[in-house]
């Protein structure tokens, strides 16, 4: 009998072969009070567990081959850090000490007790360190069990070929399976924010996520397939049905190699408008994966990243050098750098020791923060508009939702214009600054503010949520989070025309714009500027080219009228239909 369990795709592509069951990663961890002779010893050996679990960090960083794209160390560098970083290294030593308990209870207070700061993040990316912070432990506390096998099994069984079915992965895991040449994999946790989502894409890997029970319905060695487009494993196929998802894996490998044909390719529509097709990255060294796909562009550059994982913000000579490095390798195409977009964790990062209040996500975020902590802000204005002498820059501020906002942010730079001047020290003299539009307060008043600031950028991903009143990152209300919904879409439409009749730009540079089955639809809605992650964007290039604008904007025009969902999801798959 087939079975079919769906989950998230979060990584396109068609495997078919033997499933293997990876081990579960959770552990028992036993808790119990020391005699005080012996807890001396045990600080030792948590000491040796955590030197042993860098040792293997170290080791799995050193296969990384030549050419795997750079997130994949960043990734694994991040789980070095922490294991250096005072949180996991000095206060477990603490708690044994004050406590007598042992080593591997001492790391499960201290992960609960960081689990509760990551719990009450808005951030998605942010949030995400929480599972850093757990696979870290996780590492170290397989050591002191001596139950350190999953790794081992990964490299004892260097099947080529395999799809892993498994609870959840880190990021050290995947590296080690993609070593191995695994097919696909699948996971009963994780979402398409977490890192094993984010990894596979870059990596290629086809995946599906959140495929609860999936342990219980396959069995180790039983031949199966995944469709990381559709978020589904099959298993139990008769021969027909197999040889069904082969040639459909011919055809995207086909389809992938044409799409690479398209590269250097200008985008313009069939009936000859321009559009331009920018990337987002989150540090200068996916820069490389921007270029690889011929991006117009950088439409976002998520700077924050530059914080993260560090006990000190940078200071302005490291942002201008990392700014600089992006700018230059553009050679002169535009670089849209959003200033600092963290949340209410930034203790973590370094930043001020404010805290976000109840709600997080409502509370002081990116440009508010900066606004609050002009000390924080300056030295970042500073080092964009230096480097904005090597090219095309342009600043967007994140979060806007007034005027005010607005007018302090140009204030500050007017400042550092000033400041610059004063040392003597090199900067464009203008550069461009635009404001996401990503609260619905910004969407509805969209014209207020394309009128004094030079280009505007859709963040879905947070229009979404606002609008709808939906946490991007809460599994229990994904139903809600619905880009297709008439409040959503009309307040994309509303940004778009506002841009039009105040002559500015309006980019989009949230999921949305990435998704290949919205395509269409943004274009029908009058969107000319993509902002995609490298991955999917000579796909959406494909169907921008191949596509007419005016029976576009005729269907667009009637979702935008729709109050049925469903109905407006038939009218997009009309819109779709001969893609
Ligand atoms: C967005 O909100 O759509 C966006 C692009 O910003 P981020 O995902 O970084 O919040
Ligand atoms: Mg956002």
Not at 126 to 133: A, N
Not at 516 to 525: E, V
Request: charged share 25%; aromatic share 4%; net charge negative.
């Amino acid at each position: 009998m087939p079975v079919a369990l769906h989950g998230t795709g979060v990584s396109r592509g068609i495997a078919l072969g033997p499933a293997r069951l990876l081990q579960r990663g959770g552990l028992d961890i036993p808790q119990y009070v020391l005699p005080p002779h012996l807890v001396d010893e045990e600080v030792e050996r948590f000491i040796a567990a955590l030197e042993a679990a860098r040792t293997q960090l170290r080791a799995i960083r050193q296969q990384i081959p030549a050419g795997t794209p750079t997130d994949i160390a960043a990734f694994i560098d991040t789980h070095l850090l922490m294991l250096e970083d005072a949180t996991l290294a000095t206060v477990p030593i603490e708690l044994i000490l004050r406590e007598g308990c042992n080593a591997e209870w001492a790391l499960q207070m201290q992960q609960e007790a960081l689990t509760r700061v990551f719990d009450q993040m808005d951030d998605a990316y942010l949030r995400t360190r929480r599972d850093d912070v757990a696979h870290a432990i996780l590492r170290v506390q397989q050591l002191l069990l001596n139950q350190n096998q999953r790794e081992a099994a990964i490299a004892a069984e260097a099947e080529d070929g395999r799809i892993i079915v498994t609870d959840d992965l880190s990021p050290g895991e995947l590296v080690l399976l993609h070593q191995h040449n695994v097919a696909a994999i699948v996971t009963e946790h994780g979402g398409p924010m977490s890192h094993v989502a984010i990894l596979a894409r870059s990596l290629g890997i086809p995946a599906v996520v959140g495929v609860h029970n999936a342990w219980q319905y396959i069995r180790d060695g039983e031949p199966v397939v995944v469709d990381g487009r559709q978020g589904v494993l099959l298993a139990g196929l008769d021969a027909q049905g197999a040889a069904f998802y082969r040639t459909r894996q011919q055809q995207e490998k086909r389809a992938r190699a044409q799409l690479h044909r398209l590269k250097d390719t200008p985008t313009v529509t069939a009936d000859g408008a321009a559009i331009a097709l920018f990337a987002n990255i989150e540090l200068p060294e996916d820069i490389q994966a921007a270029r690889r796909v011929g991006a117009a562009g950088i439409g976002l550059y998520r700077t924050e990243f530059l914080y993260m994982n560090r006990s000190t913000p940078p200071d302005e000579d490291e942002q201008y050098r990392a700014y600089s490095k992006v700018v230059k390798a553009m050679k002169g195409k535009p670089v849209t750098i959003r200033t600092l977009d963290l949340g209410a964790d930034k203790t973590a990062d370094g930043a001020p020791p404010e805290r976000g209040g109840a709600n997080p996500a409502l509370g002081l975020r990116a440009v508010r923060l900066c606004l609050r902590e002009p000390e924080l802000f300056r030295p970042q204005l500073r080092a964009i508009l230096r480097a904005s002498t090597h090219g095309t820059v342009r600043l967007l501020i994140p979060m806007i939702s007034t005027l005010q906002e607005v007018r302090q942010v140009q204030e500050l730079i007017a400042e550092a214009r000033d400041d610059l001047r004063r040392r003597r020290q090199a900067f464009a003299g203008n550069i461009a600054v635009g404001g996401m539009i990503e609260v619905p307060a910004a969407a509805i008043c969209a014209e207020d503010f394309a009128r004094r600031l030079d280009f505007l950028s859709i963040g879905t991903n947070d229009l979404i949520q606002y609008t709808l009143a939906a946490d991007r990152l809460d599994e229990t209300i994904n139903h809600l989070y619905q880009p297709l919904h008439p409040a959503v879409l009309r307040l994309i439409h509303t940004t778009l025309r506002a841009g039009t009749e105040a002559g500015i730009p309006v980019t989009m540079c949230g999921e949305m714009a990435g998704d290949p089955l919205l395509t269409r639809l943004l274009l029908g809605l009058g969107l000319t500027e993509f902002s995609v992650p490298p991955p999917a964007l000579l796909e959406v290039k494909r169907i921008i080219t191949a596509s007419e604008l005016e029976p576009l904007r005729r269907i667009a025009r009637k979702i935008l009228r729709q109050d049925d969902m469903e109905q407006s999801a038939r009218l997009l798959a009309e819109l779709n239909s001969d893609d």
